[in-house]
């Protein structure tokens, strides 16, 4: 059964920075494409950045620039940094797990971000 396990969420300042972790157990981590999603109170869940298997990078308009998604094969986890953060980031950010070929799709349990002052 495959599990995607998110950690990292944290109340920042305006400015401050954060990096999101996720790890994938239980299939092979390197044929999915992996993504970061978040879903702010009241709002549809939107894509943050996608990484995909050969490691290409996809990013919301919103925090290029700002984001940086990468993956550690050899730890199974995707990571997403994040600085210079904004009030507008404010969400829970959710890691999700893609595997084209058969539709097969994952979701974390999400983990909160606040940034405040």
């Known amino acids: 059964q495959v599990q995607l396990v998110e950690s990292g969420g944290d109340l920042v300042q305006p400015g401050g920075s954060l990096r999101l972790s996720c790890v994938l157990s239980?299939?092979?981590?390197?044929?999915?494409?992996m993504g970061w999603y978040r879903q702010a109170t009241g709002k549809q869940r939107e894509l943050v950045a996608v990484?995909?298997?050969?490691?290409?990078?996809n990013y919301a308009d919103s925090v290029k620039g700002r984001f940086t998604i990468s993956r550690d094969t050899s730890k199974n986890t995707v990571y997403l940094q994040m600085n210079s953060l904004k009030p507008e980031d404010t969400a829970v950010y959710y890691c999700?797990?893609?595997?084209?070929?058969?539709?097969?799709?994952?979701w974390g349990q999400g983990t909160q971000v606040t940034v405040s002052s």
């Open positions: 239980g299939s092979p981590f390197s044929i999915y494409a």
């Open positions: 999700n797990a893609n595997f084209v070929k058969t539709g097969a799709n994952y």
């Open positions: 990484v995909t298997s050969g490691v290409n990078t």
